[in-house]
Nanobody, 122 residues
Framework: QVHVVESGGGSVQAGGSLTLSCTAS????????MAWSRQAPGKEREGVAA???????QYADSVKGRFTISRDNGKNTLYLQMSSLIPDDTAKYYC????????????????WGQGTQVTVSA
């Protein structure tokens, strides 16, 4: 059974960059649809980016051109490279491992991480 743990969050100024990591154990990231989502205070969780087993990728419109999702099968880790950050990107970011790519996420999620906080100041 896969278990995922996020890391890499922090505080940055607008225009800055951060890279989030999601390390998996118990199973290979290449065997799953992997996704990043985020939730800001008072808002619903929204999908940010997702990649399926075949390497198909989906991004939310709000992050296209600024965020890049990737995975390193050797390190069994999923990444989210974030650049040109804006205050609206402030949220807790979650990693998930699931079965099938659906819109900007994965259906039939096997595990959610605890999240990592990203704060972008103006």
């Amino acid at each position: 059974q896969v278990h995922v743990v996020e890391s890499g969050g922090g505080s940055v100024q607008a225009g800055g960059s951060l890279t989030l990591s999601c390390t998996a154990s118990g199973s290979a990231v290449s065997s799953y649809c992997m996704a990043w989502s985020r939730q800001a205070p008072g808002k619903e969780r929204e999908g940010v980016a997702a990649i399926d087993r075949a390497g198909n990728i989906q991004y939310a419109d709000s992050v296209k051109g600024r965020f890049t999702i990737s995975r390193d099968n050797g390190k069994n880790t999923l990444y989210l490279q974030m650049s040109s950050l804006i205050p609206d990107d402030t949220a807790k970011y979650y990693c998930a491992a699931g079965k099938v790519l659906v819109e900007v996420g994965c259906a039939r999620v096997n595990d959610w991480g605890q999240g990592t906080q990203v704060t972008v100041s103006a």
